[in-house]
């Protein structure tokens, strides 16, 4: 596609349900990057996917979150159990390869837990 | 870890100069990324620095300190559409994927 693409655009969930967040990243991208955005305040990196491994998730909160990445492409962000602090925008982002190259970001997945 | 801290807000008027200043603490730098945020929307990428100097890109310059863990991102002729978010980030050698972002800076630009 064109851009990063995300889904749901608005997820509200109750407390202790599990969410799943799906990204679908630039066609070509090898990279691609989950980061989460509190209100008012900066980026926090969660995961990074190099093709469809993880070579660094020192990011992820807690074992409650985790994600893959299938065939290259498609991402899903899975929050198990989820708990009010959870509430963010969820950001995802593609690069052409790892390091030092321009993230495209997607428009982002605002996540509430009531 | 990595300390990150740029200013909270900034306002300056339209057809104006702002420098936004970022300084960094870490170890095995490689690389700067500002970022710009408009409320609501997604981020998206200005300028990357990794030698030292003054990187210009039309209104906007990125400039970087690497002995001084210091960055600035110039914006010149100011524009209403410049009210944003703008986002330091700093990128390691422990980990090509991990972007280290700063809280960000608010600029405000007034008529």
């Known amino acids: 596609g064109a851009g990063v693409s995300q889904s749901p655009s608005n997820k509200v969930t109750e407390k202790g349900k599990d969410v799943e967040l799906r990204c679908d990243p630039i066609s070509g991208h090898t990279a691609l990057y989950w980061y989460r955005q509190s209100l008012g305040q900066g980026l926090e990196f969660l995961i990074y996917?190099?093709?469809?491994?993880?070579?660094?998730k020192s990011g992820l909160p807690s074992d409650r979150f985790s994600a893959e990445r299938t065939g290259g492409s498609v991402s899903t962000l899975t929050i198990q159990r989820t708990q009010q602090e959870d509430s963010a925008v969820y950001l995802c982002a593609s690069s052409k390869a790892g390091g030092p190259f321009e993230q495209f970001f997607g428009p982002g997945t605002r996540l509430t837990v009531l | 870890g990595q300390n990150i801290d740029q200013p909270t807000e900034m306002t300056a008027t339209e057809g104006a100069i702002v420098q936004i200043n970022c300084t960094y603490q870490?170890?095995?730098?490689?690389?700067l990324f500002w970022y710009q945020q408009h409320a609501g929307e997604a981020p998206t990428f200005l300028s990357y620095?990794?030698?030292?100097g003054l990187e210009e890109k039309g209104r906007f310059s990125s400039f970087l300190s690497r002995s001084k863990g210091y960055s600035y991102l110039l914006l010149k002729e100011l524009q209403m559409k410049d009210s944003a978010s703008y986002l330091c980030?700093?990128?390691?050698?422990?980990?090509?994927?991990?972007?280290?972002f700063g809280a960000g800076t608010q600029v405000v630009v007034t008529p």
């Open positions: 870490t170890s095995g730098f490689n690389g």
């Open positions: 980030a700093v990128l390691t050698t422990d980990s090509w994927g991990k972007l280290q």
């Open positions: 996917f190099q093709g469809n491994s993880a070579p660094d």
């Open positions: 620095n990794v030698l030292d």
